[in-house]
């Protein structure tokens, strides 16, 4: 039976491990890369796109830049061969940078994991009616598990010589997803506040 | 090419304003598919654009 409670990391090809282990190891792995690459582009926009609030600790101000929106107006009132029967309107406007910058939200979104198990023992055990209660849920009382190797191959021709390797094939494939909910909103909450708002003429009881 | 999924809304209409960024530094203007309005990046904001962009272009290599 697999010692569940080793933690030697020396690596050994002929260990038992159960099937859990050898399933999960390299999902685990390829989630704990996805999350490394989700903090590598997070810190990334914070030093580029946000500058750090004095005194306040994770409060963050962003970047703004300078945009400019010339439009082409056109007077009713007047003939298409007056000089001003047509204007061109130019205002500036503030974006944050954050806004511009084409983020990628790069994940993994398939894993193939590719391996013969040799199912080297087998263990089974009942549970007790202690285990059916915590759980809360009706389970079948009998349980099982397999432990096991990753089955390898031998190489080599003569009988003298035998090289023994075991082979696990992890094909991951990483691709741009949709942004995150959260990276979404924010976007959204800056796009809103971009439009410059309009002088209006403050009416009095007189007008 | 402008990539679609990156737009800005036009402060005239906030009718969505496909652009790229790469353009925008270049000069281009990128114009509202409804009201005609044609918005770009500010001369004084180029080169913290194409600062930004450039580490951007580090960073993608580096990972």
Redesign the interface.
């Known amino acids: 039976m697999a010692d569940l409670k080793n933690r030697n990391l020396k690596p050994n090809a002929n260990s038992e491990l159960t099937i859990d282990a050898l399933i999960s190891s390299p999902l685990v792995a390829a989630s704990k890369a996805n999350a490394e690459m989700m903090l590598g582009q997070t810190q990334f926009i914070l030093n580029t796109c946000f500058t750090k609030k004095e005194g306040e600790a994770n409060s963050y101000d962003p970047i703004m830049i300078q945009m400019s929106l010339s439009q082409s107006i056109i007077d009713s009132n007047k003939l298409p061969s007056d000089e001003d029967y047509m204007t061109i309107k130019k205002i500036n406007f503030e974006v944050p940078l954050f806004c511009l910058i084409p983020i990628n939200s790069l994940a993994i979104d398939k894993i193939t994991v590719d391996f013969v198990m040799e199912v080297t023992s087998t263990s089974s055990w009942k549970l007790t009616d202690e285990d059916i209660d915590k759980t809360g849920k009706r389970v079948n009382k009998k349980q099982a598990q397999l432990n096991g190797k990753i089955k390898g191959g031998s190489n080599g021709d003569s009988q003298y010589t035998k090289e023994c390797s075991s082979k696990l094939a992890v094909h991951i494939n990483a691709s741009p997803l949709p942004l995150p909910m959260g990276m979404l909103a924010i976007l959204d909450l800056y796009s809103k506040n971009i439009n410059p708002s309009q002088k209006t003429k403050r009416l009095t009881p007189y007008d | 090419m402008i ?1 679609k ?2 737009t ?2 036009c ?2 209409c ?1 009718t969505p304003i496909p ?1 790229d ?1 790469q353009s ?1 530094l270049m000069g281009v ?1 990128f114009s509202c598919p409804s ?8 001369n ?2 180029r080169p ?2 194409e600062k ?2 450039t ?2 272009e580090t ?2 290599k580096n ?1």
């Open positions: 990539n999924d990156s800005i809304p402060p005239v906030k652009f960024a925008l203007s009201c005609s309005a044609s918005v770009g990046l500010s004084q904001s913290i654009v930004t962009m580490e951007l960073f993608k990972k």
